[in-house]
DNA sequence: TTTTAACCGAGACGGTACGTCCGGTCTTGTC
DNA sequence: GACAAGACCGGACGTACCGTCTCGGTTAAAA
């Protein structure tokens, strides 16, 4: 996906079997730990397919878990913002603080943090949907009144997202719902 | 620093030649290019010196980055917690943009990202000051009666670092004086 | 050749330049001073390479010195004993005594001194040839009535070529054809 | 011993120590495997102090198993040259085929293979001897009218000896009385 | 008897080579 | 011609020892 070329004759089968060994591998050892030779053993697959169809670990790492999740469902809509947003935080915490989940997380992010090209495709593919959608939640809000009119929607989205993902990257402390529902209430008041 | 064993006999000039090596290298080829073999050749030392007192190179360039700077300079207290909030913010994200620095932090934030135990070292002598300088200033704004009894300061100076982290981190955004703003604009008001 | 596993596909040509650097590192700088390191940068080659194909230092060496000569060139047989045996002795003294091939026969006798898998491989395809050669003309001289019937050929070559393997090895005098001569004549006198 | 400064103050306690830690862990690991680092552990020393009064591993080694010994016992003299030189050839060949003294032996010879002035030593105070008293012997023998008077005894003593240590050398067959045996006849048949 | 300097143990130091691992490329034979 | 297999060159890894160099502590001769 991320640096497919023009696809002329490519096994599907070796496709598969190599996403799903990267995910294991990362899954098992981790990102750093993570060998592209350890990959092509464990998909029973030649280097050169890797090399042939990726540019870099990382590459192969961010396709294999972003595969094709949308990531873009949008926001629930009870009506009451603040109850939408703690709903939508608690989830996203609850989510990063998933022991399961970690390692696949957390390899995205290395992966992301030194190659800006796959950090290009991140934000598109799946943090871009996500910032979108709250967004769009927002700006429902801000119709019903429930948000000030000059507000930022964009920076709010942001900084919603942004104080989960700066306490999950560096363990700065619990993510549960008390932590979400207290971002929640800051950015809800302060929109209003 | 991080790794030091009860100081037996150690040689302090080496320790600061493995320490500016690593630092220099750091800034011309960035975290992922650097070797251990690298730094021991820049700095004239023997490989070992450098594994006899440091367990990765995280911790190598950690210690060279981190070395014996504060970080915990109070925040300025004008009276007015918009404004103090807003200069600290700008510079704080002034100084993640310019490139001088940005090889630097982005190093250091990769060591951090990979192994729990540097994070600890980071999170203590580096970011803790920095949030606990904006949780004093936010206490004192309390007392002056500009932010609301019930407020959660700790989680206050959190989001505000964390929007800035979160952008820069991922590359969502220009990290200019207008982002800083609008984040300190959107806490401030939330914590009236 | 000395630990070559089922050919599966091997450069000959790396192969051939692994001998080759092998053998000019051992004539420049001795046995003890050759490093696996220095004959794969000379040769052009990955360390890997030499380690995939030879079990050590001093198979490489062994392999690079005995390379394809044979070493088994039947005795001259002039009719007379003593004057064949004279000449043979004589060579191999010379030979072992000469400066440029000094470094090389030194060299294969520590290899094969420090490995008995190696000092195998040295006695089959090396010594066992020139024994068997100089046991057959001391059987055609048997035949010719000039040794005893009873005499042991075996014991007789390995003595011959023990008196000046001995010399040569612990230094403890010049050979040179007094020495070749003197050898022969107590060993054809004790076969008669 | 071997290479000693004018022994200005020396410890002898350490002296006993590093030579008694070489001769065992040269029992142990053969000389090949053996450190200086090693010996100085097991002998509680610093390893100046070795580097202070040997020259290399191989020195210490020679030094520490040419002892004190002498090595220089007059041949028995029954009057019967064949039988005396049997006694010697045989005692030798068990001696060196004994697996307990094997080791110490071989770390001996490769050592001095290694080093010309390691070999100058174990010449004049191990081997020296050995082929004087078996020369002795031989006079007494030419004395008794057994050996013919224009033999070269000095040739002789080393053939005898070579040939054992040839075949011990490079393992080309077994070391027992049969063969010891064959050689004596030999020389004491070229002798007459 | 006190000084003093060499010797000693310990072990850090700048180095070199080890043998292994993996990256990314190239080659071979199969499907 | 894509593919599995894996050899190849290169280069960094982390370790083991080398031989040199402090660093106190201890001795034994000189003062």
Do not use: C, H
């Not at 591998?25 to 050169?48: C, H």
């Not at 992010?109 to 799946?126: F, I, S």
């Not at 943090?127 to 964009?154: F, I, K, N």
């Not at 942004?162 to 929640?184: E, F, M, Q, T």
Request: proline residues 4%.
């Amino acid at each position: 996906m991320t640096d497919k070329k023009p696809p002329v004759r490519r096994s599907e089968k070796s496709r598969q079997a190599i996403l799903t060994a990267a995910r294991e591998l990362v899954a098992e050892y981790g990102f750093a730990k993570l060998t592209i030779e350890a990959i092509a053993a464990r998909a029973g697959v030649g280097k050169q397919t890797i090399y042939r169809w990726w540019t870099s670990k990382g590459a192969v790492v961010l396709d294999s878990l972003i595969g094709d999740t949308p990531n873009g469902a949008a926001l629930p809509d009870t009506g009451d913002l603040a109850t939408d947003l703690r709903e939508v935080m608690r989830l996203t915490a609850a989510e990063m603080a998933s022991p399961e989940i970690q390692a696949s997380t957390r390899a995205m992010n290395v992966a992301v943090q030194t190659d800006p090209a796959l950090a290009e495709v991140y934000r598109e593919r799946y943090l871009g949907p996500a910032l979108a959608s709250a967004r769009d939640r927002l700006a429902s809000a801000r119709e019903a009144g429930q948000v000030a009119a000059d507000a930022d929607l964009e920076v709010a989205a942001e900084v919603l997202f942004g104080a989960i993902y700066y306490r999950w990257s560096l363990g700065l402390g619990p993510l549960d719902d008390a932590y979400a529902d207290a971002v929640v209430r800051l950015v809800a008041s302060g929109l209003r």
